[in-house]
């Protein structure tokens, strides 16, 4: 099984540049076309928040409209540049939105790995949260399929990256999920995204790890005082490869056209 995880695509209503630099709608299109080539495509897709940059309805359309080729599911959460209203009405035709209330949670048990989501937003915050509500449901879901591998997907990540500005609107409630998860050792991965880059750490005994966006990155500059910037390096996208006895490995996919492949060996030979 291959999921598949796109994060961070703040797509804006047609013509309009994130920051007024970036087209983030190109840069999905060009996401959507490469994943659409891939020589072993993923069964599934997360879009792990922040599907949009203002939460508005136009700009939910647009997307819609650049996720339209996709052939396999699509599994979305929020972000904090979401709204869920909005979100909602845009994928009204995905019913899973509709299981938890207010938040936007579910659980997938379609597939060999079950899809666990956790709404992280507080509206009208940068920050994310998980509250002693949102616990509780996560931790009742994962009691419900104990012995069945199990991804957690969620915007926030559960820990600190040393990007000092981003870090300042990471998520409150860490201690309490840490608590939720280690009860549950079937989670093998908490898939996140907010960061714009790809990072990794062991969280509650297992890992988590944030996925590079398809348009912008955040700057890699690991000073507490770092300004708050972008840069416009390789857009990229994760695939997570499950097989039973081996668990989950993650792949980073750079978007584009590069030169290659060229053969290592020729005739049985190194070449030189």
């Known amino acids: 099984m291959i999921i598949g995880q796109i994060s961070d695509l703040h797509i ?35 879009l792990t928040g922040d ?6 309805a136009g700009e939910y359309a647009v997307l819609r409209q650049i996720l339209a080729p996709l052939t396999m599911p699509c599994y979305v959460i929020p972000g904090n540049h979401d709204e869920r209203a909005a979100l909602r009405a845009a994928f009204a035709d995905h019913a899973y939105l509709n299981q938890s209330g207010r938040f936007i949670q579910y659980a997938i048990d379609d597939w060999p790995v079950r899809i666990v989501a956790v709404d992280t937003v507080v509206p009208g915050a940068e920050r994310g949260e998980v509250c002693a509500e949102r616990l509780a449901w996560l931790d009742a879901r994962l009691s419900g399929a104990p012995e069945k591998p199990t ?35 079937q989670v093998e991965r908490l898939l996140c995204g907010h960061l714009h880059r790809p990072i990794q750490a062991r969280f509650a005994g297992t890992l988590a790890s944030t996925c590079p966006s398809p348009a912008h990155q955040v700057a890699l500059d690991l000073a507490p005082d770092a ?42 030979k190194l070449i030189r």
């Open 12 to 46: 804006r209503e047609s013509g309009e540049l994130a920051y007024g630099i970036v087209d983030a709608a190109a840069h999905l299109r060009r996401c959507v076309a490469d994943v659409l080539a891939l020589k072993q495509k993923p069964d599934l897709l997360v």
């Open 51 to 56: 599907l949009v940059d203002c939460g508005l």
């Open 151 to 185: 991804v957690v997907i969620m915007h926030h990540p559960p820990f600190a990256t040393g990007i000092g500005h981003m870090d300042r609107i990471g998520l409150d409630g860490t201690s309490a999920l840490a608590g939720v998860i280690r009860r549950h050792p």
């Open 227 to 268: 300004p708050s910037c972008f840069m416009l390096e390789p857009p990229a996208y994760q695939l997570h490869a499950w097989r039973p006895g081996t668990g989950i490995v993650s792949h980073t996919a750079y978007v584009g056209s590069f030169a290659g492949p060229h053969p290592f060996r020729a005739d049985g």
